[in-house]
């Protein structure tokens, strides 16, 4: 079945729920570094290896990132919360429950507002937002993939098993119709800038800091009741999360169709092909036997605390691309490109560093986006500054370097030969614009095109760049283009 | 009171993850079943319009500041392993996920 | 064995304290002479699960050396001490008592650990345990029951029945217990010792391997009064690495220990503990000890507790509860004992066929019980009920607080029972912590002291003091005041006899 075809007949309601692992310089309930990539089990102690004994403080940067995310999705913030034991055995897990909250989040009843591509503003309610710990990590050794299934044992590293989480869970997401996989990736989208314009977690989804589950049902056109719902797990990029929501919407209208029933259960996402394959299945084996952890005691934000944290929010992130929008003065779809290849913040620096906003954009929405697209890599990561670009911008100004040597230097910096006017120097890369050297060029330039020449004289001055590009040639492209014109029409009387 | 059954008791055995003998399920089953008909007194006061005490002290907001401490070497936290393999706990193979 | 060598195991801590401080007697002499006591009786008693005879001997050296070099010495320095096998030392086993954990050397100390060593207290080893803390015989450890030293043929109480026969055999002078029910008190009240439960919260968790968080607290024992507050003092005090632990100063339990005046208190008899299934010898002597109070210049009012009669049915569904979720982490895969890795087993049946084998039945039992209680569709009646019990069990005790000072009540209705009697009968073994519980399930201070011999059996009976949390230092007080008028009255019988 086609998507159009699902869509014919069925209505399709989402719940996303999203763990945000984050960026504390220290674990959720213990002191433990959370630096990524250290050695194997070497950021650990008895608190987050469960050893006999141990107990839990809670971090309040942790606490404190937990209110800003839930300020920040317009959430009630509880006026006192508890955490709460999540028990079920996993190897991952050190103490067999998750230190999570339950029925007491401490913060709930939020939205978050959502742009689409045509530039509709889709409102995605907020049920809550939870602290709770990471996992540690498992390799599985032996199967033929490195996969769980079929292998001879596994490995652990618990440097991960503590690492304070958010999870931010949706209402049900209604009304959204043909749009439903649209808006499940410009909601996760959303979050992500949200996240990191509050600079509680950089959000990488490609590192594992931010993690989405897609919930979703069907039901017929015109019908209340839910459908029974898949949860597919840890869909780790944007594209992907649309994908999946694509691909369950398909699945469910096929199952659903040929007068099937869906199973509630855990899928899996797969990136080679979009597909999901069946997980766990969801029977009510699964009790959680959540009780408040009475390790902890209860967590009773202070209101002038919040009130502290609601006046130092930042910008939110849709409020702050349409003003940046405007100061540059962008169509929506010169934006949207914008915002696509990341470079809003290389941008903004740019500008910071002294140069005008056309010349910065054109620099990293150009070279430098076509050359990130071509290495598959992000455009923040590309060997140069927006301090570099900036100066670049600044030699073109000042008319030392035309837009094809401006290239030229930009190319000297990415591959590592120096600051930009280290790579002028090196390469002797200067607009030539004194008249005595540009004046045999241009000379055998009118000679070696009399017709053209003559044409000028005769007043169509338009004829000029036919003779300009000419200069150029022999110049190699260093002559100041604008100087070569003026010359050019001296010589022939037209100026 | 409603009882337990030695079903009743099996499952819970597998939830909480104890192997248990035929004989000890059904010893179990018959010493839960009176211990749980005794206990099952406190729902005397499931009705009562009464707070829940889950900390015998009024404490709140105890949290530590987000500075690193020392963490145990991985000789250390790999000391009690029952088994080790490049510098993490081997673990026999995991079901359940996949 | 010299006499002098005879006589240190039967100093108190303070006199020991003050006989090594003053050269008297070296630290090493009074490790020695407790270690080879242990040596002596240790095989019919079975207190110690494990005797570090070379740390012991470690720290005395120390403590000498420190003397010699002139150091001010804290007043418990060289004092030997046996550990309740619960909490975790650095390089020390540490087993609770359970097969799960046999051979497992924790990687850290417990706070309490670090205290008693910065306190240059001797730590003789650790000290036998019902399993994990559950039980009231220590007849459930995996290790062997340990007996009474007044009667070898019966229990000492527990769940810290090592402790306590220890102070009781002459084996250490202090010792350390947790209470959760009553596994404090009730073996101190068995055994003829003293055992302080203080306010929950007072002394660190950190590093206490919990059976239940809610209610667990570790406390001193002690053959005396005074010691106990010597050791309170050592081992209470806020720690950042436990939510749970109080920010405020200890009460001045050794100023009150000392004081040994109850005039114009008054004291609160709880009519509820009292009844069928009370011993009557208990009650003799608890009845004899409420009228010393009164000679003593107390006034003596009779409190109604009426939810009191709920705890023991709460109690048996909240630390069961807890306990499911605490003992989950023993799962065969970072410490402990690992059963069926045979290649092919998942984790998920070793973790079972682990438990399986590595848990005794009371342990079992209990785990099982909390897990239905958590269950969904259970939780209200059943864990949800249990923590309305608590909050009316508060309020009994807030309201008998506003008229009385203490409350006493025996701490076990019956002396010690004989090994093997209560053994697979479990409800019979929780009866014996029906006096205790409420003062855990309150958070509050509590107290047992030996009051006299039940005239039937010739064993000891211990006298219950509970006071409101963080006036610990009302237990000992009054407890200080009952010790000094009974010495007088039966020239400290409970400290020179013993069955050894």
Redesign the interface.
């Known amino acids: 079945m086609n998507y159009d075809d699902a869509m014919a007949s069925y209505d399709p309601v989402m719940g996303l729920e999203v763990h945000v692992e984050l960026g ?3 674990k959720m309930f ?4 959370t630096t990524l990539g250290a ?8 608190t987050c ?15 404190e990132s937990a209110i800003k995310i839930g300020l920040a999705l317009n959430c009630e913030i509880a006026q ?1 919360c ?1 955490f709460a ?1 999540k ?1 079920y ?3 991952d897990m ?4 998750q230190t999570s909250q339950y029925d007491e989040p401490i913060a709930f009843n939020g939205y978050l507002d959502v742009q689409l591509e045509d530039g509709e503003i889709f409102r995605v309610q907020i049920e809550r937002a939870h602290m709770e710990e990471d996992t540690g990590k ?4 032996g199967g033929a993939t490195g ?3 079929g ?8 440097n991960r098993a503590g690492i304070p989480l958010i999870e931010i869970v949706t209402k049900p997401i209604e009304g959204a119709g043909v749009r439903a996989p649209e808006v499940a990736k410009a909601y996760v989208a959303e979050l992500r800038e949200l996240i990191k314009a509050l600079g509680v977690s950089e959000a990488r989804m490609d590192k594992g800091q931010m993690r989405c589950d897609v919930n979703l049902s069907l039901r017929p056109h015109g019908r209340e009741k839910f459908g029974t719902r898949s949860e597919t797990k840890n869909v780790n990029s944007l594209r992907s999360v649309e994908r999946a929501a694509r691909f369950e919407i398909m699945r469910h209208a096929t199952v659903l169709d040929d007068g099937g029933t869906i199973v509630q259960e855990t899928r ?1 996402f797969h990136e080679e092909d979009g597909s999901t394959t069946a ?2 299945i969801k029977d009510n ?1 699964e ?1 959680y ?4 952890e ?8 202070a209101l002038a605390w919040v009130e502290e944290l609601r006046a130092a929010l930042p910008e939110l992130p849709r409020l702050r691309r349409a003003r940046l929008q405007g100061e540059w003065g962008l169509s929506d779809q010169d934006m949207q490109s914008v915002l696509n290849a990341g470079a809003v913040q290389p941008i903004l620096e740019t500008i910071a560093a002294g140069a005008p906003a056309d010349q910065a954009r054109k620099w990293w929405m150009g070279e430098l986006a076509r050359r990130a697209n071509e290495s598959g890599t992000d455009l923040s990561e590309q060997p140069i500054t927006p301090g570099q670009v900036a100066r670049v911008c600044a030699l073109v100004a000042e008319g030392k370097l035309n837009d094809k040597l401006a290239r030229q230097v930009i190319e000297g910096v990415l591959a590592g030969q120096g600051e930009p006017d280290e790579v002028v120097a090196a390469r002797g890369l200067a607009v030539v614009s004194d008249d005595s050297a540009l004046g045999a060029a241009v000379d055998q330039a009118i000679a070696d095109n009399p017709a053209i020449a003559d044409k000028i004289r005769d007043g169509k001055v338009a004829a000029v760049g036919a003779l300009v590009g000419a200069v150029m040639k022999t110049t190699r492209g260093q002559a100041d283009a604008a100087r070569v014109k003026d010359l050019i029409l001296q010589k022939l009387g037209a100026a | 009171m409603p009882g337990i059954t030695r079903e009743e008791v099996a499952h819970l055995a597998r939830l909480s993850r104890l192997e248990l003998q035929a004989e000890e399920l059904d010893h179990f089953a018959e010493q839960l079943d009176v211990i749980i008909g005794a206990v099952a007194r406190v729902s005397e006061v499931a009705g009562l319009d009464v707070p829940p005490t889950s900390h015998p002290l009024p404490l709140t907001n105890v949290m530590r500041a987000d500075e690193v401490r020392p963490s145990l070497t991985p000789e250390q936290a790999l000391s009690g392993a029952p088994a080790a393999e490049e510098q993490r706990f081997r673990v026999p193979q995991i079901l359940g996920e996949d | 064995m010299t006499d002098l060598m005879t006589d240190l195991i039967k100093y108190t801590a303070a006199d020991t304290a003050t006989a090594i401080a003053s050269g008297q007697v070296s630290a090493v002499e009074v490790a020695q002479a407790h270690l080879d006591r242990i040596d002596a009786v240790d095989t019919l008693v079975n207190a110690f699960l494990h005797v570090d005879t070379e740390g012991a001997l470690a720290t005395a050296r120390s403590v000498d050396d420190r003397r010699a070099r002139g150091e001010k010495l804290g007043p418990l320095a060289g004092v030997p001490l046996a550990l309740k096998d619960v909490f975790t030392t650095k390089g020390v086993p540490t087993t609770c008592g359970s097969k799960i954990l046999e051979g497992w050397i924790p990687p850290y100390d417990a706070t309490l650990t670090s205290r008693l060593k910065d306190a240059g207290v001797v730590i003789l080893g650790k000290t036998n345990m019902d399993e994990f803390a559950m039980g009231s015989s220590t007849e459930n450890s995996a290790y062997g029951p340990t007996r009474n030293p007044w009667d070898l043929t019966r229990v000492p109480g527990g769940s810290g029945g090592g402790s306590a026969a220890a102070l009781a055999a002459y084996q250490a002078p202090l010792a350390i217990g947790t209470d959760t029910g009553g596994s404090i008190r009730q073996p101190a009240a068995l055994t003829g010792t003293v055992g302080v439960k203080p306010t929950y919260g007072s002394v660190s968790r950190y590093g206490l391997v919990a059976y239940s968080s809610s209610l667990d607290q570790g406390g001193p024992c002690a053959r005396t009064v005074l010691d106990a507050a010597l050791l309170h003092e050592a081992i209470a005090g806020h720690d950042p690495l436990d939510s749970t632990s109080i920010d405020a100063p200890v009460p001045a339990v050794v100023a009150a220990a000392k004081l040994r005046d109850v005039r114009g208190m008054r004291i609160g008899v709880v009519k509820e503990f009292a009844g069928e299934g009370y011993q009557a010898g208990v009650m003799q002597r608890f009845n004899e000890s409420v009228e010393l109070l009164r000679e003593l210049g107390a006034e003596v009012v009779e409190v109604s507790c009426p939810s009191f009669t709920l705890a023991l049915p709460a109690y048996y569904l909240i630390a069961p509860s807890e306990a499911s979720s605490n003992l989950a982490r023993f799962d065969a895969m970072r410490y402990g004992l690992r059963v069926g890795d045979d290649g092919l087993a998942s984790s998920e049946q070793v973790a079972a066929l682990t438990r399986g084998a590595g848990f005794g039945p009371e342990v079992k039992r209990r785990i099982i019980l909390g897990t239905y209680a958590l269950s969904s569709g259970y939780y209200d009646a059943y864990y949800g009920s249990a923590q309305k019990v608590r909050t009316l069990i508060s309020r009994d005790f807030d309201a008998a607080f506003a008229g009385v000072d203490v409350l006493v009540s025996p701490t076990m209705p019956t002396t010690a029972f004989p090994i093997g009697e209560r053994v697979d009968d479990p409800m019979a073994m929780y009866l014996a912590d029906l006096c205790t519980i409420p003062s855990n399930l309150a958070g509050n201070a509590a107290m047992s002291l030996p009051c006299g011999l039940a005239p039937e059996d010739g064993l000891p009976v211990g006298l219950q003091i509970i006071a409101p949390a963080m006036a610990d230092d009302r237990l000992y007080r009054v407890g200080g005041a009952v010790e000094a008028a009974l010495d007088d009255k039966w020239g400290e019988p409970l400290r020179t006899i013993g069955a050894l």
Do not use: M
Not at chain 1, 151 to 158: G, K, R, T
């Open positions: 504390t310089r220290t213990c002191g433990c570094s050695e194997p089990n070497s950021q650990t102690c008895p290896l469960g050893l006999p004994g141990s107990l839990p403080v809670v971090n309040a940067i942790g606490v006192w508890r034991r028990n055995f996993y190897p050190p103490k067999n429950f498992s390799s599985h050794i996969r769980i299934h292998a001879s044992h596994s490995l652990l590293d618990y899996h997980g766990r084996a009790d036997r959540y009780f408040p009475p390790d902890l005691v209860p967590i009773a934000p």
